[in-house]
């Protein structure tokens, strides 16, 4: 008898463990969006192909589409099917502090995942990685960061191309003088008006700004490199409900046949506006990243 009441005990208790994230208390974001009714996803508008305006003004792209399987998991999550989903555009400088202030809930665009960056705010699991370079005009005759001595430079206020290339400058006695884009079409601009002689910044956003330039032609990315990046979804600090589901969300969906489909669709395929192809292989560390989730910070 007393074995029995010691099972039924036990299976009591395993059930309580078993049901109790059911019943867990809602905090932070998914309390805030259970409140309000909607989820707040914020966007870039020129950051191609992650997260940009296609030409009815509507943000489309590669982080768009990988967020969309969170907003999924959220309204399953929450049992609310009819959640109401605002598209909020961001700038390289004002994303962190719209998300500290409860502005935005989610950041998908094209955001490099720092240690730095981790004292301020979280990520979800890695959906990309770049290299941190510089795009150039082929009549320039520049090959090297070197060559760039003395020249104009752009980049994007607010990215981690920023103070990579201050710290170059240091360690390689170079001087360049940065004139900064509010966005990645604005510094492009810069260089294809011949105001500056390069733009640095992540290979695959000068890759993109490149494909769809009126002249593709007139521009190569420098093979050099500043530093390899991640990318991920930017999340609140300390909101441990949240990211969990984010984590376990994007993690079953890099593990299965569909990351490579959203893959293909943007980076092996013809994307909007221009049907252009960036013909962008997957690398072996991305394919590591997706068969081994990770939040790991640069």
């Known amino acids: 008898m007393k074995t029995m009441l010691t099972a039924v005990a036990g ?6 463990f078993a ?3 059911q019943a867990q208390e809602l905090t932070g974001t998914l309390k805030k969006i259970r409140e309000t009714g909607q989820i707040t996803v914020a966007h870039r508008e020129s950051s191609i192909p992650f997260s940009y305006l296609d030409d009815k003004q509507q943000p489309i792209g590669y982080s768009m589409d990988i967020c969309a399987k969170v907003v999924d998991a959220v309204k399953a999550e929450l049992k609310m099917p009819n959640l109401k989903v605002v598209y909020q555009p961001v700038t390289s400088s004002n994303r962190i502090p719209l998300l500290q202030n409860g502005t935005i809930d989610i950041e998908c665009g094209s955001t490099t995942n720092s240690v730095e960056r981790q ?4 990520f979800g699991p890695t959906y990309f990685r770049i290299q941190v370079t510089a795009a150039v005009k082929k009549s320039s005759g520049i090959n090297t960061l070197a060559e760039l001595n003395g020249k104009n430079i752009s980049t994007t206020s607010g990215t981690t191309a ?7 400058e ?3 006695s170079i001087d360049v003088k940065e004139i900064y884009g509010k966005d990645h079409a604005e510094s492009f601009l810069l260089l294809v008006e011949d105001r500056v002689s390069a733009f640095v910044m992540d290979d ?3 890759a993109g ?5 009126r002249s593709p032609g007139d521009f190569k990315i420098l093979t050099e490199s500043l530093r390899g990046e991640p990318y991920g979804p930017m999340l609140r600090k300390d909101d441990p409900q949240f990211k969990a589901l984010v984590d376990r969300t994007l993690s079953a969906l890099y593990k299965s046949p569909e990351m490579e489909r959203i893959y293909n669709k943007w980076y092996m395929s013809p994307i909007p506006p221009k049907g252009v192809n960036l013909n962008f292989p997957m690398t072996p560390q991305l394919k590591a990243d997706f068969a081994n ?6």
Do not use: E, W
């Open 119 to 122: 004292k301020l705010v979280a």
């Open 204 to 206: 695959i956003l000068l």
């Open 209 to 213: 700004q490149i494909a769809n330039a």
């Open 11 to 16: 299976a009591v208790v395993a059930l309580g």
């Open 170 to 172: 240091k360690t390689r």
């Open 19 to 21: 049901s109790a994230p």
């Open 293 to 298: 989730p990770n939040d790991k910070g640069v």
């Open 162 to 168: 920023v103070p990579l290339l201050k710290n170059y």
